[in-house]
Nanobody
């Protein structure tokens, strides 16, 4: 079955950086557009970045210029590099297909930005 395992979150100060990873399995990873999502406390989950099978990327306004999504099809892994972290980036970060499989949401990885 489709499965995602996210990792790489942590506690960082504003201005810091993190690289999140997501290992995918159970489908032909290389042909799908992948997405990173986040859910802040008390808010709905939102899509923050996508990457197509060909490597084209798109970002939500909140991440433009600070987020970089990439993928390694040989490893069935998608990454999210977050630079210049802000307190408002605090959230649980998830990956899924850009058209998400509802049954496949993983545990996510917690990113906490504190001053």
């Amino acid at each position: 079955q489709v499965r995602f395992v996210e990792s790489g979150g942590g506690l960082v100060q504003p201005g810091g950086s993190l690289r999140l990873s997501c290992a995918a399995s159970g489908f032909t990873f290389s042909i799908y557009t992948m997405g990173w999502y986040r859910q802040a406390p008390g808010k709905q989950r939102e899509l923050v970045a996508t990457i197509t099978s060909g490597g084209s990327t798109n970002y939500a306004d909140s991440g433009e210029g600070r987020f970089t999504i990439s993928r390694d099809n040989a490893k069935n892994t998608v990454y999210l590099q977050i630079n210049s972290l802000k307190i408002e980036d605090t959230a649980v970060y998830f990956c899924n297909l850009a058209r998400p499989r509802v049954e496949a949401w993983g545990q996510g990885t917690q990113v906490t930005v504190f001053s």
